[in-house]
């Protein structure tokens, strides 16, 4: 675990971590969910992933999915599926989160992450 969160800390990239459950949110009529304030973010390191691919699709009305990725991140680092992360300024919702185990310890977690536009609409 030490090890690997050296290589990210020494060898990262800065990101913004945001959490959905503190940002400031309404429902519309239908049901859409809308951020007006994400609020303060947390500062975090993050390796690259290199399977990147471009699709174009819309995840839902608002948001339009323009390419995904995978990052890999320090273990103690908190983030769910629907945070936001930013990187290099551009908005990403985090759309998998799955641990990497080694011998019973999770020790970094690799974030699947969707690059999005129109981000008032989140879920």
């Known amino acids: 675990r030490t090890a690997a969160r050296t290589l990210i800390e020494k060898f990262g990239n800065t990101i913004t971590v945001y959490s959905l459950d503190s940002a400031t949110k309404s ?8 951020v007006s304030s994400w609020g303060a973010g947390t500062s975090a390191k993050c390796i690259d992933g290199e399977n990147s691919k471009e699709i174009l699709s819309y995840d839902s009305m608002g948001i339009e999915q323009v390419g995904d990725d995978d990052i890999i991140i320090k273990d103690n680092i908190t983030i769910e599926t629907k945070d936001r992360i930013t990187k290099d300024s551009v908005d ?9 185990v080694t011998q019973d310890t999770t020790v970094a977690k690799i ?3 969707a690059r999005v536009t129109g981000t008032t609409n989140w879920v």
Do not use: A, M
């Not at 429902?27 to 809308?34: A, I, P, Q, R, V």
């Not at 990403?92 to 641990?99: A, D, I, L």
């Open 111 to 113: 974030v699947g992450i």
């Open 27 to 34: 429902t519309n009529d239908e049901g859409d969910l809308s």
């Open 92 to 100: 990403y919702k985090v759309v998998e989160v799955s641990p990497v």
